[in-house]
């Protein structure tokens, strides 16, 4: 029985389930019957089971019903959705239909991309995905602040025999298998991506034909790159300028691919870097040609019809929302307890509010704070559909089994909008119809998006607008200490399945393995054990995104545009313990 993985990842993966065990589905030209380690063991992991309020059992209906008392008594503009992508399947988000309804308020933002893709908007207007048939053409593969080995698995067997260059201050697993490596300072991708816009000019790289017919302010974008100085840029990089050249002409007049990654989304700066990346590629005429492009977590929903998108409430930012300001707080497919920026301000917040609900799967540090816990089913236990952000491929989940346990999504609204008197739901398959039907291809076993039927920003009408102004005026550069990488780690997503413990550490500090040192920040510290690593450059130190109170030393500030989260916009000092 064909699939398809619930999990916030690129691949979105076609699974085949046999009544017992997930495998990869060997006919997908993606997936290629291999399943990454946290798919392969999602079954394993121990599940909520049963309902709980203030610490004691009860069953799914005493809990639902206790959810109905309180949000009776609570005031709408009092309560809160914070629903993040625990699961992927699009029908998650059919809770909004009812709490929209309600009044209560949403989150705008997220923790992850958006203030990245804010920078893509500006400049291209839409977030195409660069799919893997167009990487598949490409000669050169230039892989920016994301490490795929960890985080986008199948791409390894499309990129295998490419020239491929890899940006990060970290000598990742994929650095040490590259031609180039620029093991750039951290938090200096903006000032990189000028640099190479500097030398393509000087070069006579820029594609004049291209941009008199898709650019906008290509001269201001001239002027506003040149006022950079190459010694400024260099000292603010630390690239090794014969590797950086060497990069340069591997890229001219090449077809290449740029895979940028989350890496670069995690600073105040983070819309002004991609829109930088992207007025480089531009330049270059890079966009709309076959093998060519900028991928960065593509919005593949765009040209679909979808409910539970456009709802008129009130939102505050997911990365900075104060739950103490809320009598009620409804959290789905989320874990802000390990994952928001600034958890001491997290779980005070928690704490402050007068009712929490946690609904999901697992338990976590957000649930063991909550009031009500409703468990959810998992998604071999009912109908969906999902999107990838780097592929066309639309992933079709039908329900295969039933669960004793757990309440769906849609059941959850259902009763909630029965209990309010609120107008009803349709049948969840008409609904997940209607969505595939809007702007689908179906061949054999699978559904493409019609959005990529053409070549993204191929058309004729392709308007891009340059980069012409840099509002940062971060001083975080200026300030004491090492600075803080926070990276996917291979064995986990965020902070679900099997997170590290350790703190990376460069050699040249004087620590040794296994050694407990105190990291702290101005938001808060914690100890953990010393791995020694030469893959960190001096002024850096490598906590991996989920280990347990990794997010006590992270800013609760927001992103110039997005409402994104500035996990990376840090030093932090580090001691013996």
Known sequence: M?????????????????????????????????????????????????????????????ALNILYEKLKDSHDKKTLLFKSSGNFGYMQNITKEFFSKYGSTFTSGNLCDSGGEAGVIEGRGKNYSLTPSQIKKSKVVVVWGRNIDSTNSHLLEIIKDKILIVIDPVKTSLAKKADIHLQIKPRSDFELAMLFCRFAYMEQMEDEEWIAKHGSDFDYFLNFFRS????????????VIEDFLTALMLIKDTPTSFLVGNGVSKYTNSNEILRAIDSFVAMLGYFGK?????????????????????????????????????????????????????????????????????????????????????????FLAKQDVRFSYSHEFVGVMPKLKEEEFGVSEYNLTKYLLARFDYQNLEPKSKYIE????????????????????TLPYSEEDFHFEFIDDCEDDSELKDKEGLYLITPKYKYSLNSQFKTDSFVYINPSLGYQDSEDVKISSEYGELTLKVKISDDLREDSIMIYSGVDGVNKLTPSFLSLEGDGACFQEIKVKIERA
């Open 2 to 62: 064909r699939t398809t993985c619930p999990l916030d990842c690129y691949d979105a993966c076609s699974v085949i389930y046999d009544g017992k065990k997930l495998s990869g589905d060997k006919e997908h030209t993606f997936t290629n019957g291999h399943l990454c380690p946290n798919l392969h063991h999602y079954l394993n992991e121990p599940r909520i089971q049963n309902a709980r309020f203030n610490g004691k059992e009860i069953t799914n209906e005493e």
């Open 228 to 239: 950079y100085t190459v010694n400024q840029l260099l000292d603010s990089t630390e690239v």
């Open 290 to 378: 076959e093998g060519c492009g900028v991928g960065f977590l593509g919005n593949s929903t765009l040209g679909y019809e979808l409910p539970f998108s456009n709802y008129n409430v009130k939102t505050t930012p997911m990365a900075t929302v104060d739950f103490g300001e809320f009598d009620l707080v409804f959290i789905q497919g989320a874990n802000p307890a390990n994952q928001m920026p600034n958890t001491n301000q997290v779980f005070d917040g928690l704490k402050k509010s007068k009712f929490v609900v946690y609904y999901g799967l697992f338990e976590n540090q957000t649930s063991a704070l909550a009031d009500l816990v409703i468990p959810s089913v998992n």
């Open 434 to 453: 209607k969505i595939i039907e809007s702007n689908s291809n179906f061949e054999n076993h699978y559904i493409t998006s019609k959005s990529y039927d």
